[in-house]
């Protein structure tokens, strides 16, 4: 029913030889062979999750569907931070919420719109989403506005306050995403009926025993993985000349979003809008309502509490894919042209994110300050 | 009808007692108890403008209305002004706003889908209300952004200029709500038909002169129970170790409107959506057009000018409060997800309102700023 | 049909006379009268490509439309180009993009909306414009971000990155504006149907010959008036003591888009909403979709590339422009009230504009900046 990934399964053992056949060591490759070797084994996450999803019954399966739809994210994220990296933490994070936006469902509108004239969804469901995630961006806006302010003040900024701060908001969009599951799983689900529908109706018939093993071995594979692709980041910055923050928003979102990606786009080819908006929309919030603060929880457990203050250019591409995905989802249509718009954005946005000089480490310091232009300039 | 704030008069006696008491000097207890005491007060300017707008036929009862709406607001931030408290006018007019669309619409959405699956209201006269409020959040913005941009050119940043333009805006937006009264009021009132002649029929049945009579007392003891509080504000910031911004974002606006705040839930819950979600959006845009111009008015009256620069957490405030409200309110819909959207940003930006350092007094030192990371960082 | 405003041709041998005769040198007076004399030759460029589209049919003349419609804006800008003004040019882009939605759209529907109660549009097409001015107006507040972002990394900011950035934004709102032509004239040219009727009805009847000669004449008279124009900016600013950003923001936007903006109104007084919306934001989509792509790269075959950073008064004018424009035409209704909120953010936007002092040439001097508040101080 939709495309094969499995064939990329061959760079599984090529990225295991990679890493540990003396004398082969070459960063760059091991980055790009556990980059593609995650792809498919994430898309076996999915399978599992459905398969047992389906068997388990409609409020828990949702509920699994919810919590491990993004675990590839939430893995590679997860290393990414227990190795201190925050800058990829959020630039992951920024990554998948316009990828999913902007990318996964800028191709299903545009090849689905190439194949159909006009598209139908639900408006009503995705509008619900769409202000969740209006939500999220303005929390995610917040951390940055309480540095500059602060920093302004008599008593000056204090990175604990930041945290504490963090924390905060955190548990806000946590608690937010578990009143969005109790609204589409429990008290309106009819407003997603048609797309949950869809969706077990793919799912694969395995045993829940089945299911828990694939599960099981399919996580700890992208675990290993991951921890290959995030140990090589530094290298690969060195060798293409790329920036971390490039490396998080645009290769780890592509990485972590493609099964995700081939689903919607077969959808919306099958004319099943429903169902690609809900992927596209779903994965998003989920990331931005529940990764997010999830990472942040993690965070405080390892004992080094991460803030969630992300770069002016994040807040910029989350701010302005949520509100251009607003302004599409709002009618309940689509056409070739608004998956041309969403997929210019994310050119845009991509160009830039490639433009972008390597931030400083760590807090700037006062000389490289005096050489800032303040916002004042402009 | 609606739920009796009367017993909390028992807090104007004690206020007085507190304040005038030899003896009895607590500025804390006597911040608390006026701002309770105010409560009911100002419930009883808005039933004797009611009544008295019942009295006095339709267009001049309107006009009435939408004068003394937020008496209460306009006084306490009046008083605020006279003694040079820029700083809690600003933040009680971003309270007002904020607290109307988050806190008070937010509980009415949410209780009243606790009873009800699905509200409808007229999203027609919601449109141009919250498209004004837009216009006002655009226009709360220019001051800011004037002062970053001036001070970077050749001739800098002029106070006097911006005082100059904060009175041009002050000016617009005071002739745009004349032009919205006239639309409400006159050419086009079918759109706001519904929630006028329910809000008519719950009116007490007072005479004219008991409703005069009951204005000129309640708004007396608002001024001086607002005088109380806000000469203790001082006090209060040292003891509870809140900030300036807190108390004039926070407490004020929540003591200015807890009059409309209950009557604004106990018409949700009883479904009538219209008057419910009227009364949020037309205090706010009241609070917006109206008595923000004011108090800019009376301002230049005191012979102190006071500009409309506010600082860059409360633009943040007002623009996603705003923002929000457009998508909530754009399907002329409401379920209980949308009041917790709505409470949440509300918490959340009380989070971060809580959260920030007190500002330093006047403009920021040389020394300050070059402490301060320009937005450059990041 | 529409008002004549061939009487300002009077203005034409004035400007020549004052430009030309000896002893005449006035400045002040030759910007003014080469201001006036734009509107009606602007205007007869307008006729010609319509008359000339109306003969090649449809596809090819619906492109002709698009491409010469704003050619006065491109030609005063384009010699702004050729002389190094590029604040001119990017106010220039501004004031364009406003003064079509704000104050050509704005008094379009105060005045239709005088006469006619209620008036309807077809809201479709009118989505798929405002989509792609959000998107373009996203790509526009880009260069300024990286300016920002960049100046305080490791390797600090780089002008030739930024034009380079810029160029790659440019070619992507090109790539868009194609497939928008594709769009509305192709694949989906339903959506604007009704708008194309009228237009061609209203189109002169000339020959392809005499078309192309008007065409041809008008274009030139054009050029050498704005050169004049552009050529007095500098007296002008010294005269008036008005700024740079002011007279292109302002100033060359009116004289510009004089000829759209009397169409327009008389569509809206005539209840042809559709046209009268059409001009007005067609016009700004054209602007920021292909006349700025188009100017950034005749700046790099003059060899003087420009980049596309704006002020942040011009982003913010840019941005609440097209975020008031998708809340008003969201409903395919207008009003007379939406043309007063219209106008409103114009006189706003327009005082702001009034009070910026002179923005520094070039990049602000380190001295300069020292005395800069960050935006941090707020």
Chains 1, 2, 3 share one sequence.
Not at 84 to 90: A, I, N, P, S, Y
Not at 239 to 268: D, K, L, P, Q, R
Request: aromatic share 8%; hydrophobic share 55%.
């Amino acid at each position: 029913m939709k495309p094969s990934l499995n064939w990329l399964l061959i760079f599984v053992p090529s990225a295991l030889v990679l890493r540990f056949w003396p004398g082969l060591a070459n960063p760059a490759a091991l980055f790009i062979c556990s980059g593609l070797a995650i792809i498919p084994v994430a898309g076996w996450i999915g399978h599992a999750t459905e398969a047992l999803a389906a068997r388990v019954g409609e409020g828990l399966g949702g509920l699994l569907n919810a919590t491990f739809g993004n675990a590839a994210e939430l893995i590679i994220a997860g290393i990414a931070l227990s190795k201190g990296l925050t800058g990829v933490v959020k630039a992951s994070i920024t990554g998948s919420i316009i990828g999913n936006i902007l990318l996964v469902l800028g191709f299903s509108i545009l090849l689905g719109g190439a194949k159909h004239k006009e598209q139908r969804f639900n408006k009503t469901g995705a509008r619900t989403s769409v202000i969740s995630l209006s939500l999220a961006a303005i929390a995610l806006v917040i951390p940055t506005v309480f540095h500059l302010s602060a920093a302004a003040s008599r008593d000056g900024w204090s990175p604990v306050v930041e945290r504490q701060l963090s924390l905060g908001i955190a548990i806000v969009l946590f608690l937010t995403y578990i009143c969005m599951l109790a609204f589409s799983l429990k008290t309106h689900k009819h407003f997603f009926v048609s797309a949950e529908g869809e969706l077990e109706e793919k799912s694969e018939h395995w045993s829940r025993g089945k299911a828990i093993l694939i599960l099981v071995i399919a996580t700890a594979v992208v675990a290993v993985l991951s921890e290959f692709l995030v140990g090589t980041i530094e290298s690969v910055r060195t060798t293409f000349g790329i920036t971390e923050v490039f490396v998080g928003v645009i290769v780890v979102a592509i990485v972590g979003n493609a099964a995700e990606h081939s689903t919607a786009v077969v959808m919306a080819m099958k004319n099943k809008m429903d169902l690609s908006v809900g992927i596209a929309i779903g994965s998003s919030l989920q990331i931005a309502l529940f990764v997010a603060p999830l990472l942040v929880f993690l965070s405080w457990l390892f004992g080094r509490p991460m803030d969630l203050e992300f770069s002016l250019p994040e807040i910029l591409a989350m701010v302005a894919s949520v509100y251009i995905l607003f302004q599409i989802s709002g009618d309940g249509e689509t056409n070739w042209i608004e998956g041309v718009q969403l997929l210019s954005v994310y050119l845009i946005l991509g160009i830039l994110f490639y433009c972008l000089p390597e931030v400083a480490e760590g807090t700037p310091t006062p000389k490289k300050e005096a050489e800032t232009p303040a916002l004042g300039s402009y």
